[in-house]
């Protein structure tokens, strides 16, 4: 009783006095009679304890069974052979080997279960992980799911988390972006290169993987170059257009060229006058700078004969295209004069 008034006093705030009088003591005994029966504030939590409360666990109905759990797969296989019968015959491979996954796991439930429980397990847990984001009924609400064998609310959530984070890289990666933009304006190349590098991990589209590549070629950092060069072939030749795929032959060949490998260069430099050939026309100045760099390598190589039609057609562009001043001009006439 000593230690429920104590909490009593602590809680309302009561303050004794000897002038409190006997209006004061009958409130009090009022109060103390009063106590044990009515509701407790809320307790006010602090804002760095409230991110330490596990939302409850989802235990809303049995763990499914191995009935249960055939059930399922049976009707997942029933979908998948629908599938089938209507599927082109490029997708038939992969659907007959999903078919012949389920069948297996229907002929050796047991083991079959015990993988799937474990599974659920680990995106119980990842679930969790996200209770302060996601909160905390939708989250139950899926780990309840989940323990019945139904994974579409547990995929909604992981889908929406993926797509917030998805916005807030490519925010990231634009900043990257501009800082490298800022550090090219101020002739910073090395600083440049790491914006531009930072871009391109978190979002590797063509221009941050160009802008990646040329900036390390420019910093000195040639083997950052080849390595960013890759990967802007490997990412044009999968989802870029025809002129891409010849910008970052060119580019990758600049950077192959400076590491004193002609004879490595010059493919990737015809490959991309052959597209450009076709996409930009034979009229275009960048049409006339490939000229140039496939002239300038097989000169390199000791083919200066092979080399001066290249560079004298790259002249004839030039001088049609830029004002007589450009410095490109008298880069390629500077070539032509050297040649034997």
Known sequence: MVDAFLGFLRTYGVELSAAGGLAGVAALIWAIVKWPFSKPKPTQL?????????????????ALTVPEFIRLRRELKADLEAELA???????????????E??????????????????IADLEALLDREANQIGADRIVGAKAALEQGDYSLADDIFAE????????????????????????????????YTHYANA???????????????????????AAAHRHGEALLEFVRKDGTQ????????????????QGRYGEAEGPYREALEIGRTTIGEGHPSYAIRLNNLAGVLVKQ???????????????????????EHPYIGVVEGHIADLP
């Open 161 to 192: 988390i993926e797509a917030q984070n998805e916005l807030a890289v490519q925010e990231t990666a634009r900043a990257a972006y501009g800082r490298g933009e800022v550090a090219e304006a101020e002739v910073r190349w090395g600083d440049a």
């Open 302 to 324: 000791g083919k200066p004969e092979e080399a001066r039609p290249f560079f004298e057609q790259a002249l004839e562009i030039l001088r049609v295209t830029l004002p007589p």
């Open 86 to 100: 209507e599927a082109a015959e490029a997708e038939k491979s992969q659907l007959r080997a999903r078919i012949a």
């Open 102 to 119: 389920l069948e297996k796991q229907i002929a050796n439930p047991d083991e079959a279960l015990a993988e799937a429980q474990k599974r």
């Open 46 to 62: 602090a804002p760095d304890t409230i991110d330490q409360i596990k939302p409850p666990q989802a235990k809303d109905g049995p």
């Open 200 to 222: 391109a991990r978190l979002d590797p589209s063509f221009e941050n993987l160009l802008k990646a590549r040329e900036y390390a070629w420019r910093a000195g950092q040639f």
């Open 243 to 258: 002129e891409q795929i010849a910008t970052a032959l060119n580019e990758h060949a600049l950077t192959v060229e400076d």
